[in-house]
């Protein structure tokens, strides 16, 4: 096992800059995962890591090693690819069997440690097939059995769990949890799910364009972003973003009002006409008035007070317990743009289409973002 560690790593693709000044280190036996949208530079990270691409500048470590002139082959890491990229031509065990043919090992010890990891992957009983005559779940454990088999001193695996359909994508994620707990191995893992980032990781990298966004434990993330791009790409749904100015110890996002929490005016100092970017998560807005009552309501009474948000329901969608609802917020005029919300009610909750409800927002758990840099100002 051993660490590994980036420094002030980039590449660059002709004009374009894949990833800019990546620095981070995985301490030894620790499970982290790069995170982000598509394109953001998670995979380019790890075959560069692998020395299946090449840094345009920084420098890497494996074992307090040098590995930038290293060549794959001799970096004692074992890659496990998004399509698996088995052998097929050769059976269950002669694929698990491969890498240690490679490297020279004696046949006996090569049988062993194949009866060994195909019993730590259940695969006792595919040994003799092809890969065509596996499942999708049976060829991820393959293809992870053979990274295993080498016993390298990093895993990377780059989004592994891909083609796997939901159920047994997450029985598998579960195992592959299970799996590292047992080994200990050092592993970098790359996933766009943040559901798999924040189940499996010790620790995760939020990467945007190319650049880390954040590090940290997964849940020290979730309560403090760094940045509005952490905290709307991390959450289920995601967190609700809403421009709003500060006028009169009140948050106005369009006519209508809030008020300001006096923590949040001591710290911030806030200044009349300042603007900024509101967040807050579906899971802390709470339906205050059925859609019954708010529709019986006069259409302008809350633009003249403090009120509740009011909005129209645009979409409903039952998930079970609940129903996650998007809604748009009430403008005073109908040619402007309104801001689009989303909340979970109560699976109980009667809503449609159309209805107009009057929401309340949790301003104990709110985040306040500099609306031009998107930094976190509060809390």
Not at 49 to 67: D, K, M, Q
Not at 200 to 219: F, N, R
Not at 294 to 323: C, H, K, S, Y
Request: overall charge neutral; proline content about 6%; charged content about 20%.
């Amino acid at each position: 096992m051993a660490n590994v560690v980036l420094e002030n790593i980039s590449r660059r693709y002709n004009t374009t800059q894949a990833i800019e000044g990546i620095n981070f280190e995985v301490p030894d036996g620790e499970f982290w995962v790069l995170v982000g949208p598509s394109g953001c530079g998670k995979s380019t990270i790890l075959r560069t890591i692998a020395g299946l691409e090449t840094a345009t500048v920084g420098n890497i470590y494996i074992n307090n090693r040098l590995v930038n002139d290293i060549p794959a082959r001799k970096r004692d890491v074992a890659m496990v690819f998004q399509n698996y990229a088995l052998y097929p031509h050769l059976s269950v065990a002669e694929n698990l069997a491969f890498g240690l043919k490679m490297r020279g090992v004696d046949a006996i010890k090569t049988q062993e440690r194949i009866q060994q990891v195909a019993q730590s992957l259940s695969i006792e009983h595919l040994l003799n097939r092809k890969p065509k005559q596996l499942s999708g779940g049976q060829q991820q454990r393959v293809a992870l059995g053979r990274a295993i088999a080498r016993e390298p001193q990093v895993f990377l695996l780059d989004e592994p769990l891909s083609n796997l359909d939901a159920q047994l994508r997450d029985d598998t994620r579960a195992e592959l949890k299970q799996l590292h707990q047992r080994l200990g191995i050092t592993t970098i893992y790359v996933t766009h799910d943040q559901v798999e980032a924040m189940t499996l990781a010790d620790k995760i990298v939020i990467l945007d364009q190319g650049k880390i966004q954040q590090i940290g434990e997964p849940q020290q993330v979730y309560s403090h972003p760094k940045n509005r791009r952490v905290a709307t790409f991390l959450g289920n749904p995601p967190m609700n973003i809403l421009p709003m100015t500060y006028g009169n110890s009140l948050f106005w996002i369009s006519n209508q009002s809030l008020t300001c929490p006096p923590a949040i005016r001591e710290k911030l100092q806030l200044q009349e006409g300042q603007q900024f970017d509101l967040g807050i998560r579906p899971e802390h807005i709470q339906l205050t008035l059925s859609s019954e009552k708010v529709n019986d309501l006069p259409q302008d009474m809350w633009a003249f007070e403090p009120v509740p948000l009011n909005v129209e329901v645009n979409v409903i969608e039952p998930l079970g317990r609940e129903t996650l609802v998007r809604a748009q917020i009430l403008t005073a005029s109908p040619t402007q743009n309104p801001y689009s919300i989303q909340f979970q009610v109560p699976i109980q909750e009667r809503i449609h289409p159309g209805d107009r409800l009057t929401v309340k927002l949790d301003l104990n758990q709110i985040f306040i973002f500099d609306s031009t840099t998107g930094q976190t100002l509060y809390p």
